[in-house]
């Protein structure tokens, strides 16, 4: 109901952040997804996240595929450039304005069905590239666009609406991209805005690639009784994987660790992340350990959630590709055309 | 010595096995001549393979210029025991054959003459290592070649010196090989032949170079600053030669490039990539081939519609599907204007050699920012990958890069209103704002679905048929500005033209020459963009009868044509070739004469030519 103007209002005494803008200039248009719509929680824990970590709304690059998710990217940052693009390839689109310049936030947000199928190889070759992208994907087992049929990380056991079972074994992105070699890695449920926003908040700081694969039950399709993506189904097999907290580089010096009870991970621009941990294996560092819990616990029919894996020293693509320190889209003509004299040069190498 | 000898007009072909070392030693040949100052013109005929299949090399050298190939040979170096039956059948009479004869053979030509190197024999004496055995004979056979028609010593020594600089043991070893070559003919066989070369003066100021060089050039001098692509025959040696360049060209004071090269996973994400670039402000292309183009057909309609600028070089191969990878072909002509569903329609500019693919390859980014829209630059195998010579590219710097409506932070200030896909010009070309221009102002929503002027998604048909209507009239605006068409009105008073595009210009000048020296008047219309220009339809209603000449099947020229514009369709002929070489002028004297022979109404539309062209 994109043709309901949503009222410019603004409390006087709303507080503001950092840079003194309110909640509500972190907002978008109105969402015209389902009531209980999951996807609309995801939509404010990315608001709370931008609007705590006080970016610029304007400094933010807001991209997505094709799907029910793919159209929240205009109902979060109405001050950001967005980009719906083509169903499975935000990734590419986000890729190239990433190498056109280096200084945004990239945010994408993506479904199961974009992510998982039609999108599998971008997503596997945009973690191998360490592209400097928070990648949300907001999954809920089913095609809601198209009227509910399963989607890839649908589990086997699960049923549609109608009773159908689902022939076909899941995808799990969260495993797919540890072993793909991505930086940082969690799981979350777009019910737990507790856990979600902290994450997120460390996901946008992460230099590198960031994936957060959100449970985010389709209210309409995928929530009944047989499902395993539904509200009840999510809450009954959590299995929390240590809790996170974002600490700003200016508060670290007054924050206090229990030791032997917490990770606390340095992030490239000074911040920390500090993982608690809930049992001795939980090492969000040691990838061997991680992938084998997340396993463990898959078989046992749960769902971990949490900061599943963390890699503070990856490089980035930039770095990778020793691409000029300015963006490349703020350099001048001057800087790139070679010029009369040098084309000289050039036209003596071909005679 | 014979008194039929003649100076710089002859074909030398080379038959050789795929990835024996020959390209480099046929290169060396070719540079050698051009080097002369001869005009030349070089065709690499090679197989879709790594090693051990037929693969060919034709010089045709012409001081007149004639340089389309020919259909006959008149020195055949073969080195090929595979092909010699075909090679032996394509020497003119009075030609010269030359094969190794370490394994003596009969050959049933007595109308040429057939001269014998033991090559392999002397390699294996002079060389104990089997690889340099094989590598070297390449080099003997340009060294007998070179006395027996007379290609300039001094200068093929200067070319391995080169070369091969740093290289002592290289270089040597080389002019060893040569000496060995020269050595045996001095010796054995009674040289030089009939058809000789000499030093000229005909390359002055000009350079040999192939288009896919050329475009990458005319990328780097345009501004591109991101280049994604995926490997494809035959377009993957320009991005490689842009990255070659911008390496050197472009490296800033800290050691880092200004430029980013990204080889992608398949062609969906190399457009994607070059298309998320280009929203957000840096020039970015990709380059690729046929199949490629296929595969970005649904991000193609994506560019068309939210309108982003994006390059794309095509490279065309033979088709259809994977078709003849390493031949050339003009069969991309519909695919690429009409590329993805729905109402969609694509600049094309069609460059003809390596010279025009730089020029276009720098115009093409402002003309993607200027109509905010993909530009597709048509080259082909033909131009692409064979060395051209060409005259010397030129810049000249003030030269300014056209960003078309490209909003600043500083004008939105001035703006009253923002809105992405409105004409507040009337030429249908809206302004456009890229990511963090302004805090407070330009932000807008990017999406493929149906959208309001200020990018908000409608379902209204009526808005949607408006947005359609204007990047219609956006299409139109450009026709002015694209590079208009070519014409040579040599014979005023015929009623017969003719209308090229790209590679088969070599072939239709030659051609038009022996046209008109037959009496035959042909206007000539070369087209070098789409949407045509309001001159390419007043040159099809100026005349009568209008041959287009394209190399494909199905006339996607003259279909284009005729779907675009409002014209007679009787009047227009097809003149067809697709077996993926590139053309001979024969080939377009043949099918002209025929059918103005027998059409009576062709016939008396023709009038001589006033002038020879």
């Known amino acids: ?351 | 010595m014979s008194s039929n000898i003649t100076y710089n007009e002859l074909v030398i072909k080379f038959a050789n096995v795929n990835g024996s070392g020959s390209a480099s030693a046929n290169t060396f040949c070719a540079k050698s001549l051009y080097r002369m100052g001869i005009p030349i013109s070089a065709k690499n005929i090679f197989p879709s393979n790594i090693q051990g299949l037929p693969t060919w090399y034709e010089i045709t050298i012409s001081e007149s210029e004639k340089l389309a190939r020919k259909e006959k040979i008149d020195v055949m170096v073969a080195m090929n025991a595979q092909t010699y039956a075909s090679d032996i059948d394509e020497v003119a009479s009075g030609g010269t054959f030359i094969y190794d004869n370490s394994i003596q053979r009969k050959f049933d030509r007595d109308d040429i003459r057939v001269i014998g190197i033991p090559i392999a024999k002397l390699c294996a004496a002079e060389y104990t290592d089997q690889r340099q055995r094989q590598l070297f004979k390449n080099i003997v056979y340009l060294g007998g070649l070179s006395l027996l028609i007379g290609i300039d010593i001094d200068v093929i020594e200067k070319l391995l010196s080169e070369q091969f600089k740093g290289k002592q043991n290289l270089f040597d070893a080389n002019i060893k090989a040569l000496t060995i070559g020269r050595k045996y003919v001095a010796d054995n066989i009674e040289y030089p032949l009939d058809k000789q070369v000499r030093k000229c003066n005909g390359n002055a100021n000009k350079i040999m170079i192939n288009g896919n060089e050329a475009a990458a050039l005319g990328a780097l001098y345009g501004g591109a600053t991101v280049a994604s692509w995926y490997p494809i025959t035959p377009s993957t040696s320009l991005v490689e030669a842009f990255e070659k360049h911008a390496n050197k060209l472009r490296k800033d004071k800290d050691g880092n490039i200004n430029a980013a090269v990204i080889q992608a996973e398949d062609e969906l994400s190399s457009v994607g990539m070059a298309i998320g670039a280009n929203w957000n402000g840096s020039r970015a292309f990709t380059s690729t081939s046929g199949p490629g183009v296929s595969l970005m057909g649904e991000f193609l309609g994506l560019a068309y519609f939210a309108e982003i600028p994006l390059v794309l070089f095509n490279i065309q191969r033979g088709g259809p599907s994977t078709g003849m990878p390493t031949r050339t072909q003009q069969s991309d002509i519909l695919t690429c204007a009409y590329a993805s569903h729905g109402d969609t329609k694509h600049i094309l500019l069609l460059p003809s050699d390596p010279n025009e693919c730089f020029e276009f390859g720098y115009k093409a980014f402002d003309f993607a920012e200027k109509f905010q829209t993909p530009i597709m630059v048509l080259s082909d195998l033909d131009i692409g990958m064979n060395d051209w010579v060409v005259d010397q590219f030129k810049w000249d710097d003030n030269y300014s890069h056209d960003r078309g409506k490209l909003v600043t932070s500083e004008d939105i200030e001035k703006l009253k209103s923002f809105a992405r896909y409105r004409d507040v010009d009337g030429d249908g070309i809206p302004y456009r704002t890229i990511p963090a221009t302004h805090p407070d102002y330009g932000s807008y929503f990017t999406r493929g679905t149906s959208h309001t002027d200020t990018g908000g998604y409608t379902e209204n048909g009526v808005i949607h048929a408006e947005m359609l209507d204007r990047i219609t009239k956006k299409f139109h605006t450009a026709k002015e500005y694209l590079p208009h068409p070519i014409i040579n009105l040599n014979s005023p008073k015929s009623k017969i033209g003719i209308i090229n595009f790209g590679s088969t210009n070599v072939a239709l000048n030659d051609a038009m020459q022996d046209l008109t020296r037959n009496g035959i008047g042909i206007n000539h219309l070369r087209i070098r963009a789409f949407p045509f220009s309001k001159s390419v339809v007043d040159f099809i209603n100026d005349h009568e009868f209008v041959f287009v000449l394209e190399q494909n099947r199905d006339a996607q020229m003259k279909k284009l044509l005729i779907s675009e514009e409002d014209l007679d369709t009787n009047k227009l002929i097809s003149i067809l070739n697709y077996d993926g070489m590139p053309l001979t002028a024969n080939f377009i004297v043949n099918n002209i004469t025929e059918i103005i022979n027998n059409n009576k109404n062709i016939k008396a539309a023709n009038s001589p030519p006033i002038k020879i062209v």
Do not use: W
């Open chain 1, 1 to 351: 109901m994109t043709y309901i103007k949503k009222p410019i209002f603004r409390h006087p005494s709303l507080p503001t952040n950092e840079i003194g803008l309110t909640y509500r200039d972190y907002e978008g248009v109105v969402s015209t997804l389902c009531a209980g719509c999951g996807h609309d929680s995801i939509t404010a824990s990315i608001i709370d996240a931008c609007y705590e970590l006080s970016l610029p709304a304007h400094k933010i690059a807001k991209l997505s595929g094709i799907g029910c998710s793919s159209k929240t990217p205009n109902y979060f940052l109405n001050n950001a450039h967005g980009f719906n693009s083509v169903h499975g390839r935000m990734p590419s689109v986000a890729t190239g304005a990433n190498l056109a310049n280096r200084d945004l936030v990239y945010i994408g947000v993506s479904g199961d069905g974009d992510t998982a199928s039609i999108g599998l190889g971008q997503y596997c070759h945009a973690i191998r590239r360490q592209l400097n992208l928070t990648y949300i994907c907001e999954n809920n087992g089913t095609y809601g666009l198209t009227k509910g049929q399963f989607s890839a990380t649908n589990d086997k056991d699960s049923k549609n609406k109608k009773g159908l079972d689902n022939p076909f074994g899941a995808i799990d992105l969260a495993i797919m991209a540890i072993e793909l070699g991505a930086g940082f890695v969690a799981r979350s449920f777009s019910g737990d805005k507790e856990q979600l926003v902290p994450l997120l908040k460390s996901a946008l700081q992460y230099n590198g690639f960031s994936f957060i694969d959100v449970i985010s039950p389709c209210v309409t399709f995928n929530n009944h009784g047989y499902s395993t993506k539904s509200y009840d189904y999510i809450r009954e097999h959590r299995s929390l994987f240590g809790e996170l907290d974002f600490i700003p580089e200016e508060e670290t010096i007054n924050t206090s660790y229990a030791e032997g009870e917490t990770v606390t991970i340095k992030l490239h621009n000074g911040n920390d992340i500090s993982f608690k941990k809930l049992g001795a294996d939980h090492d969000p560092t040691d990838p061997h350990k991680v992938l084998n819990t997340l396993r463990n616990n898959r078989s046992d029919g749960k769902v971990t959630t949490g900061l599943l894996y963390v890699d503070p020293d990856k490089s980035d693509l930039h770095d990778t590709l020793n691409t000029s320190s300015k963006p490349l889209n703020s350099l001048s003509m001057n800087d790139l055309c070679p010029g009369g004299e040098e084309l000289e040069e050039i036209n003596n190498q071909f005679r």
